[in-house]
C-alpha cells in the first residue's frame, strides 16, 4: 500500500462546488470562523502552519521540527491573521517546504 497521495495546491472549494451547494452564496462572510492547517515537509522534516479565526480573537499557530516548542501569535483582527499565515505559508514555500496538505483540521 502506498503513503503517496495527489495533492492539488490550486483546489477552490468555492470554484468547484460553490454553485452546486445550495444557500453557499446566502452565508454571512462577517462571522466567518476559519480554521485551516497546512502541512509542510523538507529534507525528512514535517511542519504545521494552522490559523482559527473566531469574532473575538484569531490565532495562527507554527509548529516547526527545528524549534524547541510552537510558536503562537494572537491576533484581536482576523483578517491580521489570515494576512499573516498567507504570509508564512508563502515563504516557506519560498524557502524549499513543500506544502502536503492544506485544508481542515484533520480529525481521527
Known amino acids: 500500500m502506498s503513503n503517496e497521495f495527489e495533492f492539488k495546491p490550486d483546489f477552490d ?7 452546486e451547494i445550495e444557500g ?7 462571522d466567518e470562523v476559519v480554521n485551516r492547517t497546512a502541512v509542510l515537509r523538507k529534507n ?4 504545521l502552519l494552522c490559523v482559527k479565526t473566531a469574532t473575538d480573537g484569531s490565532t495562527v499557530c507554527r509548529v516547526d521540527p ?4 510552537p510558536s503562537t501569535q494572537f491576533y484581536d483582527d482576523s483578517s491580521a491573521a489570515m494576512h499573516w499565515f498567507n504570509r508564512s505559508l508563502k515563504t516557506s514555500k519560498r524557502n524549499g517546504w513543500e506544502v502536503v496538505y492544506d485544508g481542515l ?3 481521527g
Open 66 to 69: 527545528r524549534e524547541d516548542r
Open 105 to 107: 483540521p484533520l480529525q
Open 24 to 30: 453557499f452564496d446566502d452565508f454571512d462572510d462577517e
Open 13 to 19: 472549494f468555492e470554484d468547484e462546488f460553490g454553485d
Open 44 to 47: 525528512g522534516m514535517v511542519a
